[in-house]
Structure formats: C-alpha cells, structure tokens
C-alpha cells in the first residue's frame, strides 16, 4: 500500500519559486499534475523510478525541474519564474503499471496524494 503526502505550496509573485516535495512509500514511477479551479486537470511532469527519465509539459519547460531522493523516499518538482498561469492545486501520483518511465498519462497513475495549493500573484 502506498502513501503520498505533498507539501510546499503556496503564495508567491510573478518570477517567484517554489518547491514541492511528495513523501513517498515505494519507489514508482511519479508524476505532477495540477488543476485550476473551473480547468481539467493537467500533467506536468514525471519521472521514472530511478530517475533517469523525466518529461515535462510544454508550458513548464525550462522552469520546473523534476527529481527524486529514493534513499529519502521523496519527489520534488523545484518550479522557478513562476506565473498567475501555474496556480492551481498540485498533486503528486504514483504510477505502479510504468514504472521504468515518466508517463503523461492520468490514466497510468494509481495513488495520488491530497494535494498542495500554488498561487501565483502579480
């Protein structure tokens, strides 16, 4: 049984930064989504058990950096030169079916966390 715990969030200004952290209990293949009120949620970036493969939604590339500490059962997304267009709640998930890559698909993830709230102001 797996247990994800996000924290990190909340309010800084336009070209702020902010890192989220996602407490892990097995070592998955994770991913970040995040959905703003009234919007589908969207991926953003995932990263395989390891590692060594990550990828990143468009809107996001070149500013947030996924990574993880296995040997501290942790993931972050580390989010720089943030806008109003990244608010939204955050959520980590674990995929246990793809474990040796970063899938962008919700559908592949199974445990997700309660997630973290990010707001971006101007």
């Known amino acids: 049984q797996a247990q994800l715990v996000e924290s990190g969030g909340g309010l800084v200004q336009v070209g702020g930064s902010l890192r989220l952290s996602c407490a892990v209990s097995?070592?998955?293949?994770m991913g970040w989504f995040r959905q703003a009120p009234g919007k589908t949620r969207e991926f953003v970036a995932g990263i395989d058990w390891s590692g060594g493969i990550t990828n990143y939604a468009d809107s996001v590339k070149g500013r947030f950096t996924i990574s993880r500490d296995n040997a501290k059962n942790t993931v972050y997304v580390q989010m720089n030169s943030l806008k109003p267009e990244d608010t939204a709640v955050y959520y980590c998930a674990e995929s246990r079916i793809l474990r040796s890559a970063a899938t962008m698909a919700s559908d592949d993830y199974d445990v997700w966390g309660q997630g973290t709230q990010v707001t971006v102001s101007s």
């Open positions: 097995e070592h998955y293949a």
